[in-house]
């Protein structure tokens, strides 16, 4: 059973750092595309970055409102995703997902998110 | 970035009745697109990917139609557990972009 599961999220004053944390199991996570998608409270959805698998480059890419704040990494032998974010704003505030997409199954596989709040 | 404008933004259908969600993008993806389903509290699940294809375990009543800029959601006959918010998705060009979601509510 493919499982996600984050962690990390919480209250954190405006321009402060956190680090979200997604536990992957049940599938080839070395091999797999990783992201983190947002949705601000009553707001609809939006794509934060990716990290493609390390057999594609491994390279990452940011939407616009958060690239060079937030850092997406991986650690296969953790089977684990990250998503450090700096310099946080209250635009920031959200639930936090992380997802894949897994063509050999032919469906999308999401965690339970987790909610970030920005706030002072 | 490719704006993917979806309407109406509340349709209101019975249950058991045909309803039928539309999907425009800003500019040509091809068929690189999805349909997500998404109920209160809950992660969004994949109904549609490739602008036609199913997703695993997704129910025959769903169907995605659709290429280049204007794409179809059509739910054949409106079940209880049907009544969500739907979203498109682009995926040709980065950044991955949604579109602001129906609401599908019942009449």
């Known amino acids: 059973e493919v499982q996600l599961v984050e962690s990390g999220g919480g209250l954190v004053k405006p321009g402060g750092s956190l680090r979200l944390s997604c536990a992957a199991s049940g599938f080839s996570f070395s091999n797999a595309w990783m992201s983190w998608v947002r949705q601000a409270p009553g707001k609809g959805l939006e794509w934060v970055g990716r990290?493609?698998?390390?057999?594609?480059?491994?390279?990452?890419d940011y939407d616009a409102a958060v690239r060079g704040r937030f850092t997406i990494s991986r650690d296969d032998s953790k089977t684990t995703l990250y998503l450090q974010m700096n310099s946080l704003k209250t635009d920031d505030t959200a639930v936090y997902y992380c997802?894949?997409?897994?063509?050999?199954?032919?469906?999308?596989?999401w965690g339970q998110g987790a909610l970030v709040t920005v706030s002072s | 970035e490719i704006v993917m404008t979806q309407s109406p933004a509340t349709l209101s259908v019975s249950p058991g009745e045909r309803a039928t969600l539309s999907c425009r993008a800003s500019?040509?993806?091809?068929?690189?697109l999805a349909w997500y389903q998404q109920k209160p509290g809950q992660a969004p699940r994949l109904l549609i990917y490739g602008a036609s294809t199913r997703a695993t375990g997704i129910p025959a009543r769903f169907s995605g139609s659709g290429s280049g800029t204007e794409f179809t959601l059509t739910i054949s006959s409106l079940q209880s557990e049907d009544f969500a918010v739907y979203y498109c998705?682009?995926?040709?060009?980065?950044?991955?972009?949604f579109g602001q979601g129906t609401k599908l509510e019942i009449k």
């Open positions: 998705l682009q995926f040709n060009n980065w950044p991955y972009t």
């Open positions: 500019q040509s993806v091809r068929s690189t």
């Open positions: 997802m894949t997409f897994l063509p050999v199954v032919g469906s999308a596989y």
């Open positions: 990290i493609k698998s390390k057999t594609d480059g491994g390279t990452t």
